[in-house]
T-cell receptor, first 112, second 108 residues
Framework: ETGVTQTPRHLVMGMTNKKSLKCEQH?????MYWYKQSAKKPLELMFV???????ENNSVPSRFSPECPNSSHLFLHLHTLQPEDSALYLC???????????FGPGTRLLVL | DAKTTQPNSMESNEEEPVHLPCNHS???????IHWYRQLPSQGPEYVIH???SNVNNRMASLAIAEDRKSSTLILHRATLRDAAVYYC?????????FGKGTKLSVKP
């Protein structure tokens, strides 16, 4: 138990669906991150928020839309995804930007 | 691109020490060396980090070469629960850039 929770843990969606992934951290941290982990590929950083402001957006397609309403919650809104977006989506938090990161268990997403 | 090089896989016997190597020949003076590991079906977990001096914590030790172009993560007594993918990472502009890591297998 790292203090970072993610829901749902598994998600199956069609290409026309809209869904959201939720991340919550109970560590009092100020920075939060979204990563994508595809099969046999390294973790890819998608978005970084520090003090609820987005500080990094690594050329992620607009069908992924992050939202950070407060320092404890982070969402990833998904719409019109492609099958190649199927992956494990990991959330992490850190006390400050660039400090040690604590990861959640991830959401396993399958796009049909 | 990841700026570190690690072997794809390693094997160890239970209760023996494990030395996981990492090369980072292009490291800059301000890059910290971080190690994370990812157990099956879990998110990555912080293990240890250092800048110049060797570091110890309850999980592992980190030995950093004098020229900082390589480092070694040392698990003093491997257990079956240490079977995981181990990532050696240089923190770049505040971000962690993950490579493919080393998959460690531990045999009973």
């Amino acid at each position: 138990e790292t203090g970072v929770t993610q829901t749902p843990r598994h998600l199956v969606m069609g290409m026309t669906n809209k869904k959201s992934l939720k991340c919550e951290q109970h560590l009092g941290h100020n920075a939060m991150y979204w990563y994508k982990q595809s099969a046999k590929k390294p973790l890819e950083l998608m978005f970084v928020y520090s003090l609820e402001e987005r500080v990094e957006n690594n050329s992620v397609p607009s069908r992924f839309s992050p939202e950070c309403p407060n320092s404890s919650h982070l969402f990833l809104h998904l719409h019109t995804l492609q099958p190649e977006d199927s992956a494990l989506y990991l959330c992490a938090s850190s006390r400050g930007f660039g400090e040690t990161q604590y990861f959640g268990p991830g959401t396993r997403l399958l796009v049909l | 691109d990841a700026k570190t090089t690690q072997p794809n896989s390693m094997e160890s016997n239970e209760e023996e020490p494990v030395h996981l190597p990492c090369n980072h020949s292009t490291i800059s003076g301000t890059d910290y060396i971080h190690w994370y590991r990812q157990l099956p079906s879990q998110g990555p977990e912080y293990v240890i980090h250092g800048l110049t001096s060797n570091v110890n914590n309850r999980m592992a030790s980190l030995a950093i070469a004098e020229d900082r172009k390589s480092s070694t993560l040392i698990l003093h007594r491997a257990t079956l629960r240490d079977a995981a993918v181990y990532y050696c990472i240089l923190r770049f502009e505040g971000n962690l850039i993950f490579g493919k890591g080393t998959k460690l297998s531990v045999k009973p």
